[in-house]
């Protein structure tokens, strides 16, 4: 099984990022843009939250605000469980699966962010492995 290091060693896709003095409409355009459902909120270097599209469901939506006036501060997730690299993504399957999570930051030792995942790259990955070893058992079979 992968690891998270080996997974994101084959991501050509850039890390959405905003800060948190951002608006949520700001936030809206960039994941939008990068065709992601979550935005990790750095200040510098450090992370300080997560914002996604359930974010904006249930605090601007539902309560009534306006995105475009909003600080990503205001509404982001501020508690961000994150992995390490060295994760397998089985392990993060299990994490997401029962933390109900969508997307997960990935920080190196030195708690630099590295990546983020999301539950459809996690999928993808488990899909593409057993196809791998349903070809090598076909092979067997019929070698």
Known sequence: MKTLKQLLAGSTRPLA???PKDTVFHALKLMSDHDVGAVLVLEG???VGIFSERDYARKIILHGKASKDTPVSEIMTD???YVTPDRTVDECMAIMTERRFRHLPVLDESQRVVGII???DLVRETISEQEFIIRQLERYITG
């Open 45 to 47: 270097e450090r992370l």
């Open 17 to 19: 990022v905003v800060s």
């Open 118 to 120: 999301s539950i459809g």
């Open 79 to 81: 508690k961000v469980f």
